[in-house]
Nanobody, 125 residues
Framework: QVQLVESGGGLVQAGGSLRLSCAASGPTFSIYLMGWFRQAPGKEREFVAAINWRSISTDYADSVKGRFTISGDNAKKTVYLQMNSLKPEDTAVYYC??????????????????WGQGTQVTVSS
């Protein structure tokens, strides 16, 4: 099975920056869409950003657009999330995810087959 491992979370002051990393292992050749979701206590898991290797495009939630940047390496099946101008409302567990089926972009968690265990991001005010 594909395994995704996130790293880079931590505690940061509002306005600060963090860079999350995600490395995939196992049979990763069919992954064409990778991204990040986050989940705060008592909240639904929400889409943050994704990168589509087939279309060479990126997608961002409105709440992070202009502040976060997703990047990666298709050959290595790695993705990064550069988070700048962090706000307390960004506090959540951030999950790396990948999709192997279908052909289009998605913001739905159910469309992603593989998930990391998450990395905690805490932004203090």
């Amino acid at each position: 099975q594909v395994q995704l491992v996130e790293s880079g979370g931590g505690l940061v002051q509002a306005g600060g920056s963090l860079r999350l990393s995600c490395a995939a292992s196992g049979p990763t050749f069919s992954i064409y869409l990778m991204g990040w979701f986050r989940q705060a206590p008592g909240k639904e898991r929400e889409f943050v950003a994704a990168i589509n290797w087939r279309s060479i495009s990126t997608d961002y939630a409105d709440s992070v657009k202009g502040r976060f940047t997703i990047s990666g390496d298709n050959a290595k099946k790695t993705v990064y999330l550069q988070m700048n101008s962090l706000k307390p409302e960004d506090t959540a567990v951030y999950y790396c995810t990948g999709r192997t089926y279908g052909s289009g972009a998605s913001r739905q968690a159910a469309d992603f087959a593989f998930w990391g265990q998450g990395t905690q991001v805490t932004v203090s005010s």
